[in-house]
């Protein structure tokens, strides 16, 4: 499916958008990708998202990208005796090991691991921030805290850490029985929550064995101090602003945001920017001014994505939702202020044969009357590199394997098409032009520049380049071989 703008859409499936019919609704609306919230929802309601979704990719023939999100490590308070307590700023409130239900003075951290890395100084954050404690006094079990922002702390409500990296893995008992199923299951990209070190992208990438792409989920600040570390052995990334927010001043997450995405742009690897980007639609048909702002925000910074959550996982206004993403993607992406603002931030990458390829690429069709980009991708690594150039033409990227033409829905700008195995590079320029044809993206009177590697069907090997003319029967006379 040929969208009309370059950033894709991600949207999260839940109790608003279930069948077939709603979750069709939103791809033709605009959504490229489904998100799977694994913190929601059983095995067998996963499994019967998941089907639809493949059968609305076969009936509208287009290759649509499933992100599985794992839940991650979630720490939580205990119980309270009265359900709730009312905490005051600068009292003293004690957490400890004990697994009695609280009161006014102290409550159950269930967490070993919290109080074996805290030192004093830390701060806790509880139920999104909204309480936040400082640790006068720990040891092992216990932890001393003044209360610093008071209110209303209830049963289990969340636990935030922010100055200390936890001795705890990124995957719980619960997220290594939710990989195994999804991957199982074939889902395209696996969603790393509570990612404080690259080890925990690696634990990950082991398990998943080749079945599913690893997105890192940048939400922790150990995240964010490790991040070159973790982009490294990462295949994406999310930046995930919700609990950044929660964990760093507000202040501090739009500059951390422009700089995840344009390191990860450099590194051609796809970044999506999530969490509140149109929550207002969760319950109103319209976006406030400032969720507008926020969404063009992500485009005109170059990210491959941008991302709904509870707007169509759970609002009253998914489709409208998504249609309104769609509206500012393009009307963002027709702004002449966009390319400047694309272009200035493009780092040029000559370090290999395949970086010279694509930047001449792009070069050549904007220096002439080119009409698209095609390359031929084995693991979609040629396709990612064109990506980075973010070209003023479209990109269409020809591979015979189904699971790369699906994760590359997730990159900007690319189109995918689906050919078979290719043995000479007069075959791809034919299956090039024919999808561009297809596509309506070029006609027989125009050119597109083609891209492929020599010996086909080996990952990483892309080395050659052609103008080509869109007629076929000129290439087969162009071409003697």
């Given amino acids: 499916m040929q969208r009309k703008r370059n950033v894709k859409i991600v949207a999260t499936l839940g109790p608003a958008s279930t069948t077939y ?88 951290l269930p967490h070993k691991e919290i109080f074996d890395a805290l030192e004093p100084g ?22 001393d805290c003044e209360v610093i922002a008071g209110g209303t702390i209830s049963n289990r409500k969340g636990v935030n850490v922010p100055d200390v990296v936890l001795p705890l893995a990124a995957l719980s008992e619960k997220d290594l029985s939710d990989l195994e199923f999804v991957c199982q299951l074939g889902v395209d990209w696996l969603a790393l929550s509570f990612v404080q070190r690259p080890e925990d992208v690696n634990q990950a990438r082991e398990l998943a064995a080749g079945r599913a792409a690893i997105l890192s989920k940048i939400e922790k600040p ?66 406030t001014r400032a969720e507008v702002s926020d969404v063009a925000n992500g485009i005109y910074e170059g990210a491959d994505a941008i991302m709904l959550s509870a707007e169509s996982a759970a609002g009253d206004y998914p489709v409208e939702a998504v249609m309104t993403m769609d509206a500012v993607a393009q009307e963002v992406e027709s702004d002449p202020t966009y390319r400047d603002v694309i272009e200035a931030a493009r780092k040029i990458e000559r370090k290999t044969v395949p970086d010279g390829i694509v930047s001449a690429a792009r070069e050549i069709a904007e220096a002439t009357d080119i009409k698209a980009i095609a390359c031929f991708t084995q ?49 791809a320029v034919v299956s090039a032009a024919r999808a561009a044809r297809e596509l309506g993206i070029a006609g027989e009177e125009d050119s597109i520049v083609v891209t492929a590697g020599v010996p086909f069907n080996v990952a990483g090997s892309t080395n050659i380049l052609r103008v080509a ?13």
Wanted: proline share 6%; aromatic share 4%; net charge neutral.
């Fill in 379 to 427: 693991s979609g690594t040629t396709a990612a590199l064109v990506a980075r150039e973010r070209p003023r033409v479209p990109i269409i990227a020809l591979t015979p394997l189904t699971g790369t033409a699906r994760r590359l829905s997730l990159t900007w700008g690319t189109t995918c098409a689906m050919t078979s195995e290719l043995e000479r590079f007069k075959q």
């Fill in 222 to 287: 150990a995240a964010v101090k490790a991040f070159a570390d973790i982009l490294a052995v990462s295949d994406g990334i999310m930046v995930a602003r919700g609990d950044l927010g929660v964990e760093l001043p507000v202040q501090a997450v739009p500059p951390i945001q422009k700089r995840l995405v344009r390191t990860t742009r450099s590194a051609a690897k796809p970044v999506i920017v999530a969490t509140q980007m149109l929550e207002s639609m969760i319950d109103s048909p319209m976006p």
């Fill in 469 to 481: 003319p869109c007629a076929e029967r000129l290439i087969f006379s162009a071409d003697p071989e």
């Fill in 122 to 143: 830390a701060s806790l954050l509880v139920n999104d921030g909204k309480i936040r404690l400082k640790v006068t006094a720990c040891g092992a079990d216990y932890a």
């Fill in 21 to 108: 019919e709603m979750i069709r609704k939103l791809h033709e609306a605009g959504a490229d990708v489904f998100r799977l919230n694994m913190s929601h929802g059983s095995h067998e309601e996963i499994r019967e998202r998941h089907g639809i979704i493949r059968q609305i990719e076969k009936d509208v023939g287009s290759p649509i990208a499933i992100l599985a999100d794992l839940q991650g490590p979630k720490l939580r308070v205990g119980t309270f005796a009265g359900d709730s307590e009312e905490l005051v700023a600068g009292a003293s409130f004690r957490l400890d090991l004990d697994p009695a239900d609280g009161d006014a003075s102290r409550v159950c």
